[in-house]
């Protein structure tokens, strides 16, 4: 795992055609946008998480 350090308006490129920007930062809270190609699905770590859970218990 890569970890970086970013300040609000500063970004990373993946891949050359996914852009991670810091659009805000305070308090222990942290405002991302992201630019990717329509084909490539972004989800929230936590509605991952709930979706595994769902599929465990079943």
């Known amino acids: 795992m890569l970890v ?3 300040k609000p308006g500063e970004y990373i490129m993946i891949d ?6 810091v659009v805000k930062s305070d308090e222990g809270h942290l405002r991302l946008a992201i630019d990717a190609p329509k084909h490539i699905s972004i989800v929230r770590g936590e509605l991952v998480d709930e979706k595994l859970a769902k599929q465990q218990k079943q």
């Not at 050359?16 to 920007?21: L, S």
Request: glycine share 12%; net charge positive.
């Open 4 to 6: 970086l350090g970013r």
């Open 16 to 21: 050359n055609n996914i852009m991670v920007k």
